[in-house]
């Protein structure tokens, strides 16, 4: 069964900071990996998506990595503003026979201090 | 704009009393998914149409049903809800369900209060 871990679970930086997020998953066999944003109460916004034969994904400010054979992808943000506040989740879509579904991490929340 | 519609966005239900909320979509996709997602919790999915196909997931609890009247509209229905249910509630479509470069688009959530 996939599992998806997302470390840390919150981290609060000075507005101007880069940072980076870490996801790791334990099953290799996937299509891609997403990450999304959530702001308190709201549904999900699609970031980036990398696919399994892909090693980032670049938006804005945003860029994402995958290596897909160590599990473990890395959301970095650039120049990080307080309107980047929210929770960030990495999700990992299973190629596997009955697992073509999302499988999420918790989320690191993160707060940007101006 | 295209986009994935839930409502209400806040429902306040007593402990045993039925309840349904209601997910759309003008995305014309083929897939619509159902999250339940508690506090500083991953969502979870709960079950997902393809098309009229209905496939729920292997621990999603039998209090928890769903419909998909037409490609527009989905309903999640939970016949007694307890105060474990208590939870957001979140509706996604996709275009496909295998393949690599489909995302998940999904609606505001539905915050569900158990009285």
């Known amino acids: 069964k996939q599992e998806v871990t997302q470390i840390p679970a919150a981290l609060s930086v000075p507005e101007g900071e880069n940072l980076v997020l870490n996801c790791s998953f334990t099953?290799?066999?996937?299509?891609?990996l997403q990450w999304f944003r959530q702001d308190p109460g709201k549904g999900l916004t699609s970031l980036l998506l990398?696919?399994?034969?892909?090693r980032e994904q670049t938006s804005g400010r945003l860029n994402a990595s995958l290596d897909k054979s160590s599990g473990r992808s890395t959301l970095y943000i650039a120049a990080s503003q307080p309107g980047d506040s929210a929770t960030y989740l990495c999700?990992?879509?299973?190629?596997?026979?009955?697992?073509?579904?999302?499988?999420f991490g918790k989320g690191t929340k993160l707060s940007v201090i101006p | 704009d295209a986009m994935v519609i839930q409502n209400p966005r806040y429902q306040v239900t007593q402990f045993g009393k039925p309840v349904t909320l209601s997910c759309s979509q003008t995305l014309n996709h083929n897939v619509m998914y159902w999250y339940q997602q508690k506090s500083s919790q991953a969502p979870k999915l709960l079950f997902h149409y393809y098309d009229k196909d209905f496939n729920n997931e292997a621990d999603t609890p039998d209090n928890f049903q769903s419909r998909r009247p037409n490609t527009s509209f989905c309903f999640l229905d939970i016949r007694s809800p307890g105060l474990g249910d208590a939870a957001m509630y979140l509706c996604?479509?996709?275009?496909?369900?295998?393949?690599?470069?489909?995302?998940?688009?999904f609606g505001p959530g539905t915050r569900l209060t158990v009285l």
């Open positions: 999700a990992v879509k299973g190629s596997g026979a009955g697992s073509y579904q999302l499988t």
């Open positions: 099953d290799s066999a996937i299509y891609n």
């Open positions: 996604a479509t996709s275009r496909d369900i295998m393949g690599g470069g489909d995302t998940q688009y």
């Open positions: 990398i696919q399994s034969s892909q």
